[in-house]
């Protein structure tokens, strides 16, 4: 119960850091749709994940681990179908460039921006596991 908690808690500031970040990932704006969304990902990644992991072992074997790339943007897609007023939608990103740094503008399809949503939700998850261990 406790790792289910925590997971939450976890993905509820993942999913929040990077709607602020990734315009296409929305929420209806209360936070029971937020907590929701938290919730919805915390059981899948603790249930379904897993399933799906030893399923396609020898595909990520293959690929070196890349396509856990794939598994996460399922798992998030799997989410935004199940709970309603959450969503990842198409965006255009207006670049950025700092000291001579340029990330080019772009614009992310519904399958791009769900990829960028679940790097970033990754990212945020990984980062704030390591200071949120056991």
Do not use: E
């Given at each position: 119960m406790k790792t289910l908690l925590r997971h939450?808690?976890?993905?509820?500031?993942?999913?929040?850091v990077t709607s602020l970040v990734v315009t296409g990932l929305?929420?209806?704006g209360n936070l029971t749709t937020l907590l929701l969304a938290a919730l919805?990902?915390?059981?899948?990644?603790?249930?379904v994940r897993p399933v799906v992991k030893v399923i396609t072992l020898?595909?990520?074997f293959i690929t070196?681990?890349?396509?856990?790339l794939v598994i996460n943007v399922l798992m998030l897609y799997l989410v935004t179908q199940f709970i309603p007023g959450f969503s990842?939608?198409?965006?255009?990103?207006s670049g950025y460039n700092l000291y001579g740094?340029?990330?080019?503008?772009?614009?992310?399809s519904e399958l791009g921006a769900l990829l960028v949503a679940s790097l970033g939700i990754?990212?945020?998850?990984?980062?704030?596991?390591?200071?949120?261990?056991?």
């Open positions: 939450i808690l976890v993905n509820l500031v993942a999913i929040y929305s929420w209806s919805g990902l915390g059981i899948v990644n603790l249930v020898p595909i990520n070196l681990g890349l396509f856990s990842v939608s198409a965006f255009s990103f740094f340029i990330i080019p503008a772009t614009h992310f990754s990212l945020i998850t990984t980062i704030m596991g390591w200071f949120v261990s056991d």
